[in-house]
DNA sequence: TGCCAGGAAGTCC
DNA sequence: GGACTTCATGGC
């Protein structure tokens, strides 16, 4: 991986196991539009990010150079091995290989904690183009303007502080249903610390996955989201319907209980789960697997 | 129309 | 403590 400084943009050349369109659509991030093939308008960190990959080079239109150092590549974990990861999951069973192989640019993206513990509240009995409406009306209403592209304006994800002054039926005027409440719980009690991103991550996973239920409406998957995309927990192995039907199909000859699915990711895959979830999980989704 | 969606809380026994 | 129901909303 090479980062240059080009005429209009930051290139980085040699980029391996990484592929825009799959880290983005993947279904771990929510604000994102598809300008063409392999070209994106990201919104994250309180700013708008126009990229594009062709081949192994990626291409930051509007960015610089400290910008894509210090926020874009942590953002995109393109710090990281991808190499020894899928090499080590490929050794611990021959079937997650066909997933790694149909899916091998995945990257688990570093979003923000608050950010993704509003969005997978949300997420709970939704599909994803209605969770990425919802996030994006809350944007708009609460967040701030950070730019404007193709005549359409972009506004940050709001922070705990703004978002705690919205009521439930604000939320419900947002769309979110019977999640409205969630989402006062949630903003309440990070704003009054009870919920605190630095304690969370100086917890160990277990401590942190019981912590974070404290919050109504976040149980085991929604807890385990949180903490792999916005607490960089790797351990974390959410189980949602997609998970439950590729894990039946891949590792058991019999219907089984989630709980039992739990254990056995977390025995079989330790401190990789969260890439082996992300894996399956868009291979599941993706080919409609039963 | 009925069924389902990156589920969790409430209620029943 | 497990199974069943309910909770808004929208896409198919």
């Given at each position: 991986m090479r980062i240059i400084a080009d005429k209009t943009c930051i290139v980085i050349e040699?980029?391996?196991?990484?592929d825009l369109k799959q880290t983005l659509e993947c279904?771990?991030?929510f604000r994102y539009e598809c300008i063409s093939d392999n070209e994106y308008l990201v919104i994250a960190k309180n700013r708008t990010l126009h990229i594009k990959q062709e081949d192994n080079i990626l291409f930051f239109y509007n960015s610089t150079m400290e910008e894509v150092q210090s926020i874009w590549c942590p953002y995109f974990d393109l710090n990281r091995d991808y190499g020894t990861i899928k090499k080590w999951l490929n050794e611990r069973d021959n079937l997650i290989g066909e997933a790694i192989e149909q899916k091998s640019g995945v990257r688990i993206l570093n979003q923000e904690f608050f950010e993704m513990l509003i969005t997978f509240i949300i997420s709970q009995n939704k599909q994803i183009p209605h969770i990425m409406q919802i996030v994006e009306r809350i944007s708009e209403r609460f967040g701030e303007y950070i730019g404007e592209w193709n005549g359409k304006k972009y506004y940050s994800f709001p922070t705990p502080e703004v978002l705690s002054k919205a009521t439930e039926q604000d939320f419900l005027d947002m769309k979110a249903g019977f999640r409205a409440k969630y989402l006062v719980d949630a903003c309440k009690k990070v704003v009054s610390q009870e919920l605190c991103e630095n304690e969370l991550r100086q917890m160990n996973y277990g401590e942190a996955l019981e912590k974070i239920?404290?919050?109504?409406?976040?149980?085991e998957k929604v807890g385990n989201c949180i903490l792999l995309?916005?607490?960089?927990?790797?351990?974390a192995f959410p189980i949602d319907v997609w998970m439950i039907r590729i894990l039946e199909r891949l590792y058991f000859d019999e219907p089984v209980k989630k709980d039992e699915m739990q254990a056995f990711a977390k025995e079989h895959f330790g401190e990789y789960g969260g890439y082996a979830q992300q894996y399956l999980f868009y291979y599941a989704r993706d080919n409609r697997v039963k």
């Open positions: 040699e980029i391996e196991h990484f279904g771990q991030c239920q404290i919050v109504k409406g976040i149980g995309f916005g607490l960089g927990r790797r351990e």
